[in-house]
Structure formats: C-alpha cells, structure tokens
C-alpha cells in the first residue's frame, strides 16, 4: 500500500488526525502548512471538549458525533483532558423553559444528563449566580487546544508520516480532470517547488474554500468568526454554560489560572482578516457574568478571535452563522469531474477524529485499497514526543 501517496493540505486538529488515520492505514503521508501546525484555528479555541449537549435540541446529528467522540478520545488520549464535567445553568424562567428541552434532546442522543437543584450546583460551583434556578451535569471536559492535536502529529510521525510547516500551497497542479500533486513556498527559505501526490486532501478548515477555488471547485464553506476573552483567576472548576439555545458568552471554560468566556458569532468572507470588535469583548464580560458574577470585575487577560468553518453559502450576509450546523462533511470532487481531490471541512475541534476517519474512508474507497481504520483503539503518543523529533 505504501506506494500511494496521500497529501493533505493544513495542519490543524483534523490534519493532524488524517495523519495519523493514513498513516495506520499503511499509505504515504506528506502533510504541508503554511504555518507552524494548530497555527490556525484549532489552536484558537477555547479548549472544550463538547458533551454534545450544546446542540441537543436542535442539531442532534453534532451532538451525535460530539459525545461519540469525547468517549473515543478519552480512551486514545488518556491524560489529555480534565474531566471537570460540565454545568447547563438557569438563571431566569426562560432558562429553565429551555432546559427542559435541553434534558430531553440529551436523552434522544444519549448524552447523560443530571439535573441539579440550586444547593447541589453551589456546593459544586460555589461562584454561580444567586440567581440560579436549577443546573444540568453533562460530561463536558477541557483540554490543551494544542497538546492534544500534537499527539495526533507524534505519532503520525513515528508511523512514517511527514510534515512540512511554513509550506504554503501556492497552487493545486492538475492533468486533464486529475489532480497530481501542489505547488508549495518554502517560507523558511523562500524555494517554491512541486509535490506529487496521488491524493490530495483539504483539510484546511475555514481556508478550505480559497484551496477549491484553486482547483476549480466549490467547497460550500462560510468562515464564522468567534471572540474568546480570558480573564486571570478560576472563576469555576466545571465547564459552565447558559441553560440557552447558543448565543454570545454562553460558556466559561477553566484553563490552568485563567477563565475564557465565549463566544460570539458572525461571517466574513477573508478567515484571515476577522477583526477583534470591542464590543464583543464587552459582551462576553456582561455575559459571562449572568453565570458568575466574578467576570464582570475579573481582570483581563486576552482577547482573540477564531474562524469556525461551518457549511453553508460562500456569502457573508445578514446572518450571524448560528443558524448552521456544526456537523462535518467529507466531499469528492470526483462529483464535480475532478478526480484525485477530497475535501473534508466542518465539525468541531471534539471531531477531529471522526472526521479523519470519514475522509481516509474516501481516500483509501478512491484508492481501491481494503484498509480500515484502526484510530478508534490506538493510543497515541504524548504531546511531548512531537518535539522530540529530530530534526
């Protein structure tokens, strides 16, 4: 099997995954990004990994994937998350309209749930608000956004993979209707030369659309950027929240010292020029504080946006790209007469896995070859190990 040669384009979680995924499939790897790897979005977000219960009640196919791969990633990468679990919080009566949706949604997608009285939650989570009502405990959990990328890069590496940062895809090379391979800048050096591939992928993420349009074709991607705000001080040990259909600072998650509130939500049409609007920083600190009253006196840290690649039209208009799905989607572009090129797009930092595998399922169909994946058993390497190696 090794003489087939599978590039993938980005190095973010779910390239990193596709390494890895390839890799244990006995193919040739050659991974390329234009920056360092999880330079992108994936080492912007605020490291949850998602229970699923954030989309229960309206997105079931996400909240699917969200809580089969949470129980897939705490058994491949042990020692990668805090297992804080998390906290759905009511504090006005619409809240708890809500969460009776909510309890409900998490049944129909087998997310355990635990309804909470007040007491109950502030013996757990002593700085919620005097105003609560009533929690729910989902198994939410938080990570490192990098470490836990990076162990998908180990040891895709250690099975043969390589990987090639600062190496930016200036154009996709085609034959007739076949995509043969990518030209590719060195930024370290500034040598541009070609890579051959017999596959190539695109994996990257909310820049996936600007990769299709060099190949002629159309990825339905629409880059929805996202404020965070971390603030000094655990203001909570759990993943905290609002017991509300998704909206702007609807969740603290605890890192390490810190606090990140987020998130808001708009479109544009460049992932690379998303801004940082005062107001949304503004609105995380009144929001974040309906949760726990802290964050509205809590010292800043940071602020900083992040583009999530959701499906949808390729138009930034009106809408604030809530009303789009967090579900993924691999496409064959052999659909659209182009063969040799497979893009995989959408989903969560949570997915990553499940998303590699749906692509590697693609490829290696495309391939003719009769390999499985194996990523659902094999433990991967420590974070550690990705710097250990040489070179």
Same mark, same amino acid.
């Given at each position: 099997m090794a003489e087939f040669h599978a590039l993938i384009i980005g190095g973010g979680g779910t390239?990193?995954?596709?390494?890895?995924?390839?890799?244990?499939?006995?193919?040739?790897v050659t991974l390329v990004e234009r920056g360092e790897v999880t330079s992108g979005t994936t080492g912007r977000h605020h490291g949850l990994?998602?229970?699923?219960?954030?989309?229960?009640?309206?997105?079931?196919?996400?909240?699917?994937?969200?809580?089969?791969?949470?129980?897939?990633?705490?058994?491949?990468?042990?020692g990668t998350f805090e297992e804080n679990d998390g906290l759905f919080v009511a504090v006005t009566e619409e809240d708890v309209e809500y969460g009776n949706l909510l309890i409900e949604g998490?049944?129909?997608?087998?997310?355990?749930?635990?309804r909470l009285t007040p007491e109950q939650a502030w013996a757990l989570e002593p700085n919620l608000s005097?105003?609560? +009502?009533?929690?729910?405990?989902?198994?939410? %959990?938080? @990570?490192?956004?990098?470490?836990?990328?990076?162990? $998908?890069?180990?040891?895709?590496?250690?099975?043969?993979?390589?990987?090639?940062?600062?190496?930016?895809?200036?154009?996709?090379?085609?034959?007739?209707?076949?995509?043969?391979?990518?030209?590719?800048?060195?930024?370290?050096?500034?040598?541009?030369?070609e890579i051959g591939a017999d596959i190539v992928i695109n994996a990257a993420g909310p820049w996936c659309g600007r990769i299709a349009d060099m190949v002629g074709v159309e990825v339905p991607i629409r880059p929805s950027p996202g404020v965070m705000l971390a603030v000094r001080g655990r203001l909570c040990n759990m993943v905290i929240n609002r017991m509300t259909p998704a909206g702007d600072g609807d969740i603290i998650v605890p890192q390490r010292g810190l606090s990140v509130i987020g998130t808001s939500?708009?479109?544009?049409?460049?992932?690379?020029?998303?801004?940082?609007?005062?107001?949304? +920083?503004?609105?995380?600190?009144?929001?974040? %504080?309906? @949760?726990?009253?802290?964050?509205?006196?809590?010292? $800043?840290?940071a602020a900083w946006a992040a583009a999530r690649p959701l499906i949808g039209p390729r138009r930034a208009d009106a809408d604030t790209g809530r009303e789009l799905s967090r579900t993924f989607k691999c496409f064959d572009?052999?659909?659209?007469?182009?063969?040799?090129?497979?893009?995989?797009?959408?989903?969560?930092?949570?997915?990553?896995?499940?998303?590699?595998?749906?692509?590697?399922?693609?490829?290696?169909?495309?391939?003719?070859?009769?390999?499985?994946?194996r990523t659902r058993e094999v433990e991967l390497l420590p974070f550690e190990a990705y710097y250990a190696i040489p070179g």
């Amino acid at each position: 099997m090794a003489e087939f040669h599978a590039l993938i384009i980005g190095g973010g979680g779910t390239g990193g995954a596709l390494a890895h995924d390839l890799a244990l499939r006995g193919l040739r790897v050659t991974l390329v990004e234009r920056g360092e790897v999880t330079s992108g979005t994936t080492g912007r977000h605020h490291g949850l990994l998602h229970s699923g219960a954030r989309y229960a009640v309206k997105d079931h196919e996400s909240a699917i994937e969200c809580i089969e791969e949470n129980t897939i990633l705490r058994k491949i990468a042990p020692g990668t998350f805090e297992e804080n679990d998390g906290l759905f919080v009511a504090v006005t009566e619409e809240d708890v309209e809500y969460g009776n949706l909510l309890i409900e949604g998490c049944a129909e997608c087998d997310i355990p749930t635990e309804r909470l009285t007040p007491e109950q939650a502030w013996a757990l989570e002593p700085n919620l608000s005097p105003n609560l +009502i009533m929690a729910v405990r989902v198994p939410d %959990a938080t @990570m490192d956004a990098m470490r836990m990328p990076l162990r $998908f890069f180990a040891t895709a590496i250690k099975n043969g993979a390589v990987i090639k940062t600062y190496t930016e895809v200036l154009d996709v090379i085609k034959e007739g209707g076949t995509v043969r391979g990518v030209r590719v800048r060195d930024h370290t050096s500034g040598k541009e030369y070609e890579i051959g591939a017999d596959i190539v992928i695109n994996a990257a993420g909310p820049w996936c659309g600007r990769i299709a349009d060099m190949v002629g074709v159309e990825v339905p991607i629409r880059p929805s950027p996202g404020v965070m705000l971390a603030v000094r001080g655990r203001l909570c040990n759990m993943v905290i929240n609002r017991m509300t259909p998704a909206g702007d600072g609807d969740i603290i998650v605890p890192q390490r010292g810190l606090s990140v509130i987020g998130t808001s939500s708009w479109v544009v049409d460049d992932p690379d020029d998303l801004g940082l609007p005062e107001d949304h +920083i503004q609105t995380m600190y009144s929001e974040g %504080a309906m @949760m726990v009253p802290l964050v509205r006196k809590a010292e $800043f840290r940071a602020a900083w946006a992040a583009a999530r690649p959701l499906i949808g039209p390729r138009r930034a208009d009106a809408d604030t790209g809530r009303e789009l799905s967090r579900t993924f989607k691999c496409f064959d572009h052999a659909d659209e007469g182009v063969e040799g090129f497979v893009t995989i797009t959408g989903g969560k930092a949570t997915t990553l896995r499940g998303m590699a595998e749906a692509a590697a399922d693609v490829v290696v169909q495309k391939l003719g070859l009769d390999a499985p994946c194996r990523t659902r058993e094999v433990e991967l390497l420590p974070f550690e190990a990705y710097y250990a190696i040489p070179g």
